[in-house]
């Protein structure tokens, strides 16, 4: 384990309130962690916002993130903030990291990049009622026309390049030897789908983790947070995250975001038939992710049945489904 992995284990509130100051922030020494499997996101009280008073537009309270060692590069996350920013210069709704006094969005302290956001207030929808996904959907393309402009360089894109070989590569040392054949026929079957049906050359900058808990309403609009899985890929990956997954309300679903999308952004609707294979692909990333950070002392607690034959029986099961309806 590397120092600053193990800096980054053992994080504390203290540290962050340091490199804060050293930011030019005056904390009133209120700190509360927030939920984040990923990274180390915390809440931050401020006694005054002193020269970022026009960026917090009078927000008495801010959200530190520091991000894993070794997940993303400087560029990388430079790539997500300059997406932000394009955004919120457009007049669409996004939580932009602030500008530190040299004009950067990033720093870093003990080898741990580290940015600092506004802290915003919003629900996330349980269920969406009226014309709500047809709202998600205007919002959804107005992200993708900018997300359209040009590639992130420095990001991942949803191929099988970057997400399916790699994750199997990752996952035959730990699913459960005896189904690891039916399980690596399944993924390559979705892998192989994936790759004959989406050119990435029509990839564009997309949200890449669209579901229900990173999109929050504020009263007036809905907006989305959280851009960490920020990358290169189909529009459509954004779209099935946020349906409820009941067979018998696919097609009003897919009719309402599809109908606010379509005012502002045309979709190749055959891409609509890569929804499936595409969440079979995020079951097996999803897996991998988990696997690759098991020496993190938080991951065994959270996923306690990871290494079981139950566990990996039932992503089996669910791998197979969506092969075989393919």
């Not at 459960?176 to 399944?186: I, N, V």
């Not at 969440?279 to 002392?297: F, K």
């Not at 089996?316 to 393919?326: K, M, S, V």
């Amino acid at each position: 384990m590397s120092d600053r992995t193990d800096g980054f284990y053992s994080l504390t509130p203290h540290v962050v309130l340091e490199a804060l100051e050293d930011a030019g922030f005056r904390s009133n020494g209120y700190v509360t962690a927030l939920n984040s499997y990923e990274n180390r996101v915390m809440s931050v009280g401020l006694e005054e916002t002193g020269e970022y008073d026009e960026q917090l537009a009078g927000s008495k309270a801010v959200v530190a993130k520091f991000y894993r060692p070794g997940r993303w590069s400087f560029e990388a996350i430079k790539d997500e903030h300059d997406f932000l920013w394009e955004l919120k210069a457009e007049g669409i709704p996004a939580v932009a990291p602030l500008k530190f006094q040299d004009g950067e969005t990033i720093r870093e302290r003990d080898g741990i990049f580290y940015s600092v956001f506004p802290k915003v207030l919003g629900r996330s929808p349980q269920e969406f009622v009226g014309d709500e996904l047809k709202q998600v959907g205007r919002r959804l393309a107005q992200i993708h026309n900018i997300g359209a402009r040009r590639e992130a360089e420095h990001r991942l894109s949803l191929t099988a390049h970057d997400f399916g070989w790699p994750a199997l590569d990752v996952l035959e040392s730990w699913v459960t030897p005896e189904l690891w054949p039916r399980y690596e026929q399944a993924s390559e079957t979705i892998v192989d789908f994936i790759t004959d049906r989406l050119d990435p050359a029509d990839f564009i900058r997309i949200h890449g983790d669209c579901h229900k808990g990173n999109l929050l309403h504020n009263g007036r609009e809905f907006f989305f947070v959280d851009f960490d899985d920020f990358m290169n890929g189909p529009p459509v990956q954004d779209f099935w995250m946020l349906f409820s997954g009941d067979p018998e309300d696919a097609e009003r679903e897919r009719e309402q975001i599809l109908s606010g999308y379509e005012e502002l952004r045309d979709l190749d609707e055959r891409t609509l038939g890569c929804m499936e294979a595409l969440r079979g692909l995020r079951i097996m990333h999803y897996a991998a992710w988990i696997a690759r950070r098991w020496e993190d002392p938080s991951f065994p607690r959270l996923f306690p049945h990871f290494n079981s034959y139950l566990y990996w029986l039932e992503e089996t099961d669910r791998l197979e489904r969506i092969a075989n309806g393919l």
